[in-house]
Nanobody, 126 residues
């Protein structure tokens, strides 16, 4: 079965950087757009970034452009999220997501997701 396993979360001071990884298995990874979502305390899950099949095109939440970068390595079945200039409001559980077959990277709706990872906690202290 499809598995998405995130890693790299932790406690970081505001202004610092962190990179999350998500390793996928049980699927032909390069056939799907993948994304990152996050859910902060008391908030709904929100879109962070998505990337197309080859990794050549990306889509970001407007509020995160310039600070977050999504990349993928299809040879390693892994997607990454580089986060810089972190702020306390970035504190959340970050989820890796595999879109349904055929859903393009520029879609940001959670309903487009076929599989979720278990999430990794990112806490940014002020």
């Amino acid at each position: 079965q499809v598995q998405l396993v995130e890693s790299g979360g932790g406690l970081v001071q505001a202004g610092n950087s962190l990179t999350l990884s998500c390793a996928a298995s049980g699927l032909t990874f390069s056939n799907y757009a993948v994304a990152w979502f996050r859910q902060g305390p008391g908030k709904e899950r929100e879109f962070v970034a998505a990337i197309n099949l080859s990794g050549s095109r990306t889509n970001y939440a407007d509020s995160l452009k310039g600070r977050f970068t999504i990349t993928r390595d299809n040879a390693k079945n892994t997607v990454y999220l580089q986060m810089s200039s972190l702020k306390p409001e970035d504190t959340a559980v970050y989820y890796c997501a595999r879109y349904r077959y055929g859903v393009p990277y520029y879609i940001s709706a959670p309903q487009s997701v076929n599989n979720w990872g278990q999430g990794t906690q990112v806490t940014v202290s002020s």
